[in-house]
């Protein structure tokens, strides 16, 4: 398998995933700043121009994270990172999905990139702070699905993976606070040797 990923991007995620489950693979690094995500050698891979990008085994490719996710842990029995029973599997896929949906594309989206939901430059402070609002309220409603539980569903599974980089993102780049359990999950995952591994490899250990 190749990865195909950008430091410290929603990659990390999957980048931790892999590690956790141990089989061999390939990381590619995609420099985002200098548009590599938009030459023909990455679009060649993946039209649409981001990460994570995944190429299988079979020469297959795969993108988006939950899809990714999802079948890393599917593929993968040995490493115990699929949720047991349907309903478990159902949490894990909702976390995941809100993570990448509403914490990222819906918070983060307009915290980084206001300008793309302002129609002028005056509004983007606007934006900034909806995307700040949009994102606390998300850690509220994630902090009480981690209450009395180490982990998204109990066990460590690939849920947590979309969690830890979200988070990180609201600690490493804006300097933020995680409330309680939400805050636990994060020293947690900062401690499994996965995470150290992949954050020694993208340069931000």
Sequence with gaps: MKLFYAPGACSIGIHVLLEEIGKPYDAELVNLREGAQFKPEFTAVNPKSKVPTLVKDDGGVLTEYPAIATFLAATSPEAKVMP??????????????????????????????????????????????????????GLGWLDQQLAGKDYVCGAFSFADTALFYVCFWWVARLNRQLPANVAAHYARMNARPAVQRTMKAEGLA
Aim: proline share 4%; aromatic share 10%; net charge negative.
């Design 84 to 137: 047991q029973g349907a309903e478990a599997l159902a949490h894990a896929l909702e976390v995941t999905d809100f993570c990448v949906a509403t914490m990222h594309m819906q918070g983060f989206g307009r915290i980084f990139r206001p300008s793309n939901f302002a129609p002028t430059e005056a509004d983007q402070e606007a934006v900034k702070a909806r995307g700040i609002e949009i994102f606390e309220k």
